[in-house]
């Protein structure tokens, strides 16, 4: 991992390392294509909206920013009203689709705004942007005088939401396409079916349902209202139906087109399983005619997404007419089995005029050009297929289900600067999509796992390349979560929903603001580690533990990085108030940890499950503390004293069976690093102090980048 990547991840410091210098002038999120100063904030009352124009879509957006501007401005009418003039030159189709225009411009001044655009799509951004402009303080609620000239920089900027492993009910979707017209997404991928279950009415094929899904499914008619919903907000509908493999919900009704013999049943736990369609058999093809357009006469939008992925290829070996029938027809083997698949499915969706949109492993020189490559492989991956000639999106980099934290995604670049491809060959890359695997989610906690961290992606697929700096995209994070809540998002409001789930219904019991402080502080473990710590979970285990109550990316953890930077790289010598603001922190610490040891964790036996992370955070406090003492007494720490703190911390590290983990530990590590060898502080020059401390850090070479 790079030097400047690796500090950023870690340190989360507002040093030199960012990209884009100094704080943007405004506090929107996505940042605008262009915007500009003209005056100082000014006061601003209740909003009067005026149009010459209108359709069902600027109506219902209108009258959904009176509503939150009146619930931030309240009802003060000595405030001098704001007169905002909208003018749309042509109205977009019912439903959107891929490549509308949405750009727009935006005008504030004293008294009066203007919001001019091409299409309402343009004009619901604008809104958006100006609901962000507004500012609640002690003096009231204020506006920035500015004018902005706003685009996208992708058409396609999504998030997808799996329904199929826990399913999320149409309240979970609804509110959550209410977040992400905040932050100007516009494509909902649903993951409709999985080997978990099928979660979408067939009216041709209703055993599909009926006997995959646990009686957990969207209605035709709750699918209609989802599309009449996102269309009011600009957002697309994208359906998955996966095929051919991740098909256990397919042939629990359907056995026969397996390419095993069953019988089936929905599988409960996660991963990669045997049950795959058989390409080889006309009845298989037959039954995909009939779902297939029935679900295209259902959903509007040009594309569907077929999934595709993870066919293991077990069932296919072990299938001797399979196998026959690759050498009979000349294929390639399983590859090219799949590709005569994906052809023929391609064939389908094409006489409804739809576009096929799959994951990586559809990609194959046989694929029609119009088909779309879903990328969870990479950037390079996602070249060759815009190499090819073929569409593609990039969901790499943006699997928010795995906990990295927003700094991790705001870094992922669909097309990096550096990229080799020429400009016709980067036109193919369409955008990208944040991903909600639904395998550690609830409709309890799915909010918290998604925002407000997705909204850094949304950032990264609506904004210029260069904004990229990672503090003040931070800064902003922060404002505009309140914002998503403002919408309908649960990830704040939720909290002390879980935290009754630990403790039980009053939230006044003693010790509760320790349990709280220590939950703000940690964060799940990442990628796919839970599934190996608490291997007794499974599709039916509530998911109610500590690890759902923890939230990804840890605020006050972040915070206590900044004061360890600004300690050990803020200057020539020792800030001795950020020093003494960490030792207050890790005492405060201390005494929390201790008191949900004893005698929360005796007390309320959900809680034990927080005493392992309690005693690694009372360990790792003491080394941090050991530091902070050796830095001030300017008696660096011996080769032993730092052996066994950087071991201390190692095992603070191990996993615990929690499924949480300690971001504080890796600022720790580099406190303790600096106080061992900062007699090589002040004849060092900045860089080469920083990249000591780290070495020291790590004596065996930076942690491998996620």
Request: hydrophobic share 45%.
């Amino acid at each position: 991992m790079p030097l400047k990547n690796f500090l950023a991840i870690c340190l989360f410091s507002a040093a030199g390392w960012s990209a884009a210098g100094a704080p943007l002038p405004f506090d929107v999120m996505p940042a605008p294509a262009e915007a500009a100063a003209t005056g100082p904030r000014f006061a601003a009352g209740r909003l009067v909206i005026t149009t010459d124009k209108s359709n069902p879509r600027l109506a219902a957006a209108l009258d959904r920013t009176r509503q939150r501007w009146g619930a931030r401005v309240g009802s003060d009418r000595d405030a001098p009203p704001l007169t905002l003039a909208v003018a749309v030159q042509e109205f977009s189709p019912d439903v959107p689709g891929l490549g509308e225009d949405e750009s727009y411009t935006l005008t504030v001044a004293p008294g009066q705004a203007t919001l001019a655009a091409a299409t309402e799509l343009g004009a619901l951004h604008g809104l958006e942007t100006l609901l962000q402009l507004l500012r609640t303080g002690a003096g009231g609620p204020t506006l920035p005088a500015v004018e902005i000239r706003d685009h996208p920089r992708f058409p396609w900027r999504g998030l997808m939401i799996d329904v199929g492993r826990h399913w999320q009910p149409l309240e979970v979707i609804e509110r959550n396409l209410d977040a992400m017209a905040v932050v100007k997404l516009n494509v909902l991928h649903l993951h409709l079916t999985e080997d978990q279950g099928f979660r979408i009415e067939s009216l041709t094929h209703p055993e599909l349902q009926q006997l995959g899904s646990d009686g957990h499914y969207f209605t035709q008619a709750d699918i209609r209202t989802l599309i009449a919903y996102a269309a009011l907000r600009g957002i697309r509908i994208v359906p998955e139906f996966d095929i051919p493999g991740h098909a256990t919900s397919w042939v629990v009704s359907h056995p026969e087109l397996a390419s095993l013999a069953g019988p089936y049943g929905i599988e409960r736990q996660w991963g990669v399983f045997n049950p795959v369609l058989d390409p080889t058999n006309e009845a298989t093809y037959s039954l995909l005619a009939d779902f297939l357009g029935e679900m295209a006469a259902l959903f509007p939008d040009q594309f569907m997404h077929i999934g595709g992925d993870e066919n293991n290829g077990v069932q296919w070996n072990a299938n001797p007419k399979i196998q026959a029938f690759i050498k009979e027809s000349g294929l390639p083997g399983n590859a090219g089995l799949h590709a005569m698949f994906n052809q023929r499915v391609n064939e389908l969706l094409a006489s409804h005029g739809k576009r096929l949109v799959g994951w990586d492993e559809i990609f194959n020189p046989l694929l029609p050009k119009d088909c779309v490559i879903d990328s969870w492989r990479g950037t390079e991956a996602l070249g060759l297929t815009a190499k090819a000639g073929l569409d593609g999106i990039l969901s790499n980099g943006f699997y928010i289900d795995l906990c990295y934290p927003a700094s991790d995604h705001y870094l992922t670049e669909p097309v990096p600067a550096d990229s080799p491809l020429t400009a016709a060959e980067r036109a193919h890359i369409l955008g990208g999509e944040a991903t909600m695997w639904s395998e550690w989610v609830s409709p309890e906690t799915i909010d918290s796992r998604i925002w407000p961290r997705t909204a850094a992606i949304a950032e990264r697929l609506w904004s210029p390349r260069e904004v990229r700096d990672v503090p003040e995209m931070y800064r902003r994070l922060a404002i505009v979560s309140d914002r998503l809540t403002e919408a309908g998002s649960l990830h704040d409001r939720n909290q002390d929903v879980m935290l009754k789930h630990l403790v039980g219904e009053n939230l006044q019991i003693p010790g509760i603001e320790s349990l709280r402080a220590l939950i703000a502080l940690l964060e799940p473990v990442k990628h796919y580690q839970r599934g190996s710590e608490q291997i007794w979970c499974n599709q039916l285990v509530p998911l109610v533990a500590l690890a759902d109550a923890v939230r990804p990316d840890s605020t006050p953890s972040r915070e206590f990085a900044g004061r360890v930077e600004q300690v050990l790289f803020g200057g020539a010598a020792i800030d001795g108030g950020a020093a003494a603001a960490l030792s207050q922190q890790m005492d405060a610490w201390t005494s929390a940890a201790r008191e949900i040891i004893d005698p929360m964790a005796t007390v309320y036996p959900a809680v034990r499950e927080a005493i392992p992370p309690a005693k690694a955070l009372i360990a790792a406090s003491a080394v941090g503390t050991q530091a902070i003492d050796s830095l001030g007494r300017r008696r660096p720490l011996t080769p032993s004293q730092l052996a066994s703190a950087l071991a201390t911390l190692d095992r603070a590290g191990l996993p615990n069976g929690s499924a949480t983990e300690l971001p504080v530990l890796k600022p720790l590590r580099l406190l303790v690093a600096g106080a061992a060898a900062q007699s090589s502080r002040a004849a060092s020059d900045a860089t080469a102090w920083r990249q000591l401390v780290i070495s020291t850090a790590y004596p065996a070479g930076l942690p491998p980048a996620p």
